[in-house]
Every structure is written in structure tokens, then in C-alpha cells.
């Protein structure tokens, strides 16, 4: 299992940007890893992808928006957020990416943003 610490939320006004941050307690160079969100009342969705690599893959909702990066030599996954909505509003979780079954969850990161 790997440990995972996010970092970077809070509450920002429409428009604005935040960048989230995902440390990992071990290596994961080698594994493709996403950004995951959860609104209130709803279920958990993948937001954003990274390829061992770098290759990213976005969800509609974010295309344009968000940056998905990492560092492998710190193990650490990041998510640049830029034109905040409302609807961004979340916890934001890092995970590996599907199909793999997830690792333990953290405890994630908040992001409210207030129109």
C-alpha cells in the first residue's frame, strides 16, 4: 500500500486558481496516477490522468482548465486549477489511476470555490 497526502485546497472566488499537491510514500514512478474529486451528495469522479511519462488525459468537465503534472523524483503528483467555478467545488483525492483498484484513500483536500 502507499500513503497519500494531498495538499494545496481552500477557498478561492470564481476565477481564480489553486494548485493541489499529492505526495506518496514510496515510489510511483513507474505508475499512472489521477486526480479524483467528490462533491457533496455525489460520488466520487476521476478528474484527471498522468502516464508514468507524462501524458495527461482530462475529464469535459476540466479540458481547458486543469493541469495535471508530476515529479518522479519527489513523488509527488500535482493538479493546477485555473478559471475556478462553483462547480469545482470538492474534495480532491489522488489515487492510482484506473483501471487499477484504488489504494487507501487520504484524507484529501478541500476546494470550495465561492461565486
Known amino acids: 500500500q502507499v500513503q497519500l497526502v494531498e495538499s494545496g485546497g481552500g477557498l478561492v472566488q470564481a476565477g481564480g486558481s489553486l494548485r493541489l499537491s499529492c505526495a506518496a510514500s514510496?515510489?510511483?514512478?513507474?505508475?499512472?496516477m489521477g486526480w479524483y474529486r467528490q462533491a457533496p451528495g455525489k460520488q466520487r469522479e476521476l478528474v484527471a490522468t498522468?502516464?508514468?511519462?507524462?501524458?495527461?488525459v482530462y475529464a469535459d468537465p476540466v479540458k481547458g482548465r486543469f493541469t495535471i503534472s508530476r515529479d518522479n523524483a519527489k513523488n509527488v503528483v500535482y493538479l493546477q486549477m485555473n478559471s475556478l467555478i462553483p462547480e469545482d467545488t470538492a474534495v480532491y483525492y489522488c489515487?492510482?489511476?484506473?483501471?487499477?483498484?484504488?489504494?487507501?484513500w487520504g484524507r484529501g483536500t478541500q476546494v470550495t470555490v465561492s461565486s
Open positions: 498522468i502516464t508514468s511519462g507524462g501524458s495527461a
Open positions: 489515487n492510482i489511476g484506473p483501471p487499477s483498484s484504488p489504494w487507501s
Open positions: 514510496r515510489s510511483i514512478a513507474s505508475i499512472m
